[in-house]
């Protein structure tokens, strides 16, 4: 399996990885996978004035996997909530040149976005 | 001088050795009769050639040369031996002993005989990824006709007590068959102080060409006896008809040859060079865990689970090393690998595990090299891992609630 040039591009220099404080109330944090399926997410936002000011994301999982929460980073920040949570998985698959067998990886960075949207929402009262 | 990209991977084949190709050649070109023309030189040659390969794998593996079946590779000996025998011996029983960890050629035959009305017993593996000898003696009824248990797993390189089982077939008249592909070549194999009935074993694995194998057939305490599965003109006694591979069979020879001679001197390089690189990766990580038995495992394996960090981002990461995983992520059908999983391995730690498999033409360098570059790796990717970052904080990640998708 090759993969696509994107994808090593992300892997090697991945974007925006690390963490946020989750205490912060600006923050909101979102967990999906899990261990057993080989493949777990953490994406962090912090919310400023309505827009996603900044993004961070540690990821278990295979090289797309990696790539396609990078890609979530980059592709939240600097939106407001309200359009983060129209980003669909699709625009994933075709910016990273996702395979079939790969593409439950974009659908994985796709919830972890709503995820970390919801976690803002509840702790400011806003669900 | 370091050559990229290394090949760390002989489980899944290996190179052909160049005295191994040399031994083939002329046989393309030059002497490329079909081994069955009994009536001019080109046939007589080709035979002559075929039956020096037989007495070469024979001496291998201590049996009579006429006791070798030449078939397309294991998978195909595999394929013989388990149905050869139902078919043969079905007025006799229906009942076949397995183990869960063998390879899928075994694996997938049982499973279409199971439709065809046999029983299969799959005998569970011990974390070591041992068989327990009791569970197969408790096992065995009146209607059983066939063991079939692997000398030595492809993926975590343990070693089976072969010559136990052999023991326990013969005194309970079960016929004993033995998947030995990574066996042949790499440790002493001998079918009569083994107590082995039918023997599945292939080139490739042993740096000879892919596309060539062999079944050993017992002929004598007991005769063995095995239905055909490939019909035709009767070649190899009636038990596989076909146009014998004459280069492919030449360069078995050879390859069998050449592994009797440097054995002794290649495994203890071997084991020395993986142990070196175990100590090695273990010095430089922490949480890193060993699959399968410690010593009783093939000179060049080692297999090993890396917590919190997936096996398919590993070999991403080691892209100039050629290994592999048992990472769901590497597989088609995204299962992780099951013979981890049969060794009691939780599935976080399955799609953690990378697999060495050192051979003949890897040097010292070389493993010097990979053990800088897995420690490397895996500590990089730890950093970019949430499950790293919880276990650090103290929290028990089993006890976690994770929304699975």
């Known amino acids: 399996m090759a993969y696509s040039n994107k994808v090593i591009d992300h892997y090697n220099n991945p974007r925006n990885v690390g963490s946020l404080d989750k205490n912060d109330p600006e923050v909101g944090t979102g967990i999906v996978g899990a261990p057993e399926c080989g493949d777990v997410m953490k994406l962090q936002l912090k919310v400023n004035n309505g827009v996603i000011e900044d993004a961070k994301f540690k990821t278990f999982g295979c090289g797309s996997a990696i790539a396609s929460s990078s890609l979530a980073t980059e592709m939240i920040k600097g939106k407001t909530l309200d359009e983060a949570i129209q980003i669909k998985n699709t625009d994933i698959v075709n910016e990273l040149n996702l395979p079939p067998v790969k593409i439950h990886c974009s659908v994985l960075a796709e919830d972890a976005i709503k995820a970390a949207i919801a976690d803002y929402k509840k702790k400011n009262g806003l669900a | 001088m370091l050559k990229f990209p290394i090949f760390m991977d002989n489980h899944s084949t290996t190179p052909v050795d160049p005295r191994v190709l040399e031994a083939m050649l002329p046989y393309f070109t030059e002497k490329f009769g079909n081994a069955a023309s009994r009536n001019h030189a080109f046939g007589w040659e080709a035979e002559k050639a075929v039956d020096q390969a037989r007495e070469q794998i024979a001496h291998l593996i201590h049996c009579d040369p006429k006791e070798i079946i030449f078939t397309s590779g294991a998978t195909e000996s595999d394929n013989l031996a388990l149905k050869g025998v139902a078919e043969m011996y079905r007025e006799k029983g229906n009942h076949i002993i397995t183990v869960v960890t063998e390879h899928k050629a075994v694996l997938d035959t049982c499973k279409r005989l199971e439709k065809m009305g046999y029983e299969t017993t799959y005998l569970p593996v011990k974390a070591d990824g041992m068989v327990d000898l009791d569970a197969l003696k408790a096992a065995i009824t009146d209607k059983t006709i066939l063991i079939s248990i692997m000398m030595a797993n492809n993926e975590i390189g343990v070693i089976q007590p072969v010559a136990e089982i052999g023991k326990i ?27 082995i009935d039918l023997m599945s074993f292939s080139a490739h694995k042993i740096y000879g060409p892919k596309g060539i194998g062999a079944l050993y057939v017992r002929k004598k305490n007991p005769r063995v006896r095995i239905a055909p599965m490939m019909d035709g003109g009767g070649h190899e006694r009636g038990m596989r008809s076909g146009t014998l591979n004459v280069p492919g069979i030449v360069g078995f020879g050879k390859a069998c040859e050449l592994c009797g001679k440097e054995m002794v001197e290649e495994s203890a390089r071997l084991t020395r060079l993986r142990e070196k690189l175990k100590e090695g990766i273990l010095k430089g990580l922490d949480e890193v865990y060993l699959n399968g038995h410690p010593t009783q495992r093939l000179p060049g394996n080692l297999n090993m689970s890396f917590a919190y960090v997936e096996g398919e981002s590993l070999l991403m990461g080691l892209k100039e090393i050629a290994l592999s995983s048992g990472s769901a992520c590497t597989t088609a059908t995204l299962e992780p690998s099951y013979v981890l999983r049969s060794l009691g391995v939780g599935s976080d730690l399955a799609h953690s595990s990378l697999r060495f498999g050192l051979g003949r033409f890897n040097t010292e360098e070389e493993v010097d090299y990979a053990i800088q570059r897995v420690v490397e790796t895996v500590r990089r990717l730890r950093e970019m891992s949430p499950l790293y970052e919880m276990a650090k904080e103290g929290i028990d990640l089993k006890s976690v609630q994770w929304t699975q998708h």
């Open chain 2, 169 to 195: 077939a013969k005194e309970r008249g079960v016929i004993f068959h033995c998947d030995a592909t990574q066996g042949v070549g790499k440790i002493p194999v001998d079918v009569q102080a083994m107590g």
